[in-house]
């Protein structure tokens, strides 16, 4: 696949109506995401908007890439799209503006009944056999959506290759500096894709990311308590106590949601300071 004039003239093109104008400068981050839902056309009409008989007037995409490999483009590549919502990454925020959005067609998280079947966000019932006639699914807790254990359906193959094509190619036209889910940039605490069944690592590893993402990061709170072991019981480092908004730190090590982290100057020089931090409040050191 190629880009030309921010298409790629291989897939098929339908402009969206849910767009903002045009950016001046190119897109520096790939977010991607799952549809919620299993009809690849379907999804594609709904984040087309008016332009695809559909009543949505707020969401919309890039790219959606159906089960079976198929894709459609439904905006220009340097267009604004609405699909990272409230969103930060770095110093960035507002994703929209800085990156382009590719819609995996995929139902997301089940819900167990208790009595071995599995609940849709749409109250669709599946059985284990059905969901593996769909392609399979991986069972996992998701912190985010509650205690269970849920089905996250498998992305098929032919899918995810298409998905790394069409990223292949957006690599070679656009200086693109990050390979993200909708999860991690999400500054509301309830996204969830691409989820756990996605190989995001296969993607990041397209763009060299994939042993590169524990360099620098900046605090994103006002204030960040810094704490002498990984949680809320142990006490805070004292001085200085916590640590400011957009300080750089650097990764130490994790454990669970925690980080062990040293500040760094400008130069990423490290200091003898040394705690621990909620890795909710710290995103990689990241700017257009």
Not at 2 to 30: C, F, M, Q, T
Not at 59 to 88: M, Y
Not at 156 to 162: D, L, V
Not at 185 to 190: A, E, F, K, Y
Request: hydrophobic residues 40%.
């Amino acid at each position: 696949m190629r880009i030309i004039n921010h298409k790629i003239p291989d897939i098929w093109y339908g402009r969206s109506s849910n767009l903002g104008a045009a950016r001046e400068r190119p897109p520096v981050a790939i977010v991607l995401h799952y549809t919620t839902g299993w009809n690849g056309k379907a999804s594609r009409d709904w984040l087309m908007g008016s332009a695809g008989g559909t009543t949505n007037r707020s969401s919309s995409a890039h790219i959606v890439v159906d089960r079976d490999g198929v894709a459609w483009q439904i905006a220009e590549f340097n267009r604004t799209t609405w699909h990272a919502g409230p969103s930060r990454y770095g110093a960035l925020e507002g994703l929209n503006g800085f990156s382009i959005g590719i819609e995996f067609v995929n139902s997301g998280w089940l819900k167990p009944t208790g009595h071995g079947e599995f609940v849709d966000a749409f109250g669709k019932r599946f059985t284990d056999r059905s969901l593996k006639k769909l392609g399979g699914y991986l069972l996992a807790p998701h912190a985010r959506v509650g205690s269970a254990t849920y089905a996250w359906p498998v992305f098929p193959k032919a899918q995810i290759e298409t998905g790394m094509d069409i990223v292949r190619a957006l690599l070679a036209a656009y200086p693109i500096r990050a390979i993200v889910t909708h999860e991690e940039i999400d500054t509301r605490g309830w996204k969830t894709d691409p989820g756990p069944a996605f190989p995001i690592e296969r993607f990041r590893e397209l763009a060299g990311e994939a042993d590169d993402r524990e360099r620098c990061h900046i605090v994103t709170a006002g204030r960040l308590n810094l704490r002498g072991g990984p949680g809320l019981a142990f006490e805070k480092i004292i001085p200085p106590g916590t640590l400011l908004k957009d300080t750089r730190i650097k990764v130490l090590a994790r454990e669970k949601e925690w980080a062990f982290v040293t500040p760094v100057n400008s130069a990423g020089l490290e200091g003898n300071l040394r705690g621990w931090v909620h890795g909710r409040y710290i995103a990689p050191a990241f700017d257009a």
